[in-house]
């Protein structure tokens, strides 16, 4: 069986077709992958890391400082269209399957106009505009949360939840361990905050943070801080003083920060998310108020609207979120209530792997 995969952009759509990907490998060993990406390194890194053949094409994404730019778009939308066809004709491929992003869209659209089985998975509550285009064409659509609207007959549209890699659903390691991994060894009795920014890091949180980290010494805990890549220089050199506090452009390896975090703050992407309700830890959310259709902020509220999560506003975080840390900290029944609560999503995303997989392979065998 030969697997086409199209991904691309941040963690939010690669992640999630590695994820997928490792789930029909469970139930195919012999199955053959080949990953479509755009020419970020970074991604390119995170698939090869996962242990998957990539291949490049040209499309890029709609720059909104540059109208300059956007006038080349349909130039890159041709010539991607174009090799996504030469790659199609010589890779062959059984079924097609695209995380979102416009990274995808050539790939899965050429696909689906030659009748190849082909397969979106939308992870956030409102749908991207790529998943929605393509939507209309494809044989299945799967989806992060209930009642995702897209402008095409229901009866392709499945609920999975978010698939997440197999290593955060069944690493098991002990705390101490982590805190060790983080040279946290001689504060193994401190308890330890979180501070997850996204792919692409969050100012807002990195400037709070900032602001108030005499503050958090106070507060006698310690700090997993990823900034992402672009905030990290000057917040190292910052913290040089702190030994508390461990700051990292960005984790591969998030199962060793969930396992040493007693509380979490995040942004509220949607494979965050489903990685949080899979450890089930205490959480603050602070959605991005600059994504499209505000889409984080609707990914979080029904974990809110049911007290699994403590939201917080862009708006309310620079004078809202240490108090609101300090105060969660000091409050162990808090603590245990927002996990109890948070529950009630864990089935929701820890076996989406499998149902995305199962949905794929479904696909195929039936052709």
Known sequence: ??????????????????????????????????????????????????????????????????????????????????????????????????????????????????????????????????????????????????????????????YTGNPIRSSLCTFQEDRMDALEYFSFSSFQNKKCLLVVGGSGGAKILNTTILEWKDQLSNLDIQIIWITGKRYFKPIKKAMSDYPYIKCYPYLSNMEMAYTAADIVVSRAGALSIAELCVWRKPTILVPSSNVVEDHQTKNSLSLAHHGAVILITDQECPFLLIPKIVELFNDEAQQLKLVKQMELFTASHANAQDKVAAAALDLVLSR
């Open 1 to 158: 069986m030969r697997i086409l995969v199209g991904c691309g952009g941040t963690g939010g759509h690669i992640y999630p077709a590695i994820a997928i990907a490792d789930g029909i490998k469970k139930q195919v060993p012999d199955a053959v992958f080949l990953f479509v990406g755009t020419k970020k390194s970074s991604e390119v890194g995170l698939v090869v890391t996962a242990g998957y053949p990539i291949v490049r094409i040209s499309i890029k994404g709609f720059q909104r400082n540059s109208i300059l730019k956007n006038l080349l778009m349909p130039f890159f939308l041709l010539k991607s269209l174009y090799q996504a066809r030469r790659i199609i004709k010589s890779f062959k491929p059984d079924l097609v399957i695209g995380t979102g992003g416009y990274a995808s869209f050539p790939t899965l659209f050429v696909a689906s106009m030659q009748k190849i089985p082909t397969l979106i998975q939308e992870q956030n509550s409102v749908a991207g505009l790529t998943n929605r285009l393509l939507s209309r064409w494809v044989a299945k659509v799967c989806t992060g949360y209930p009642d995702v609207i897209f402008p095409c007959e229901k009866g392709k549209i499945v």
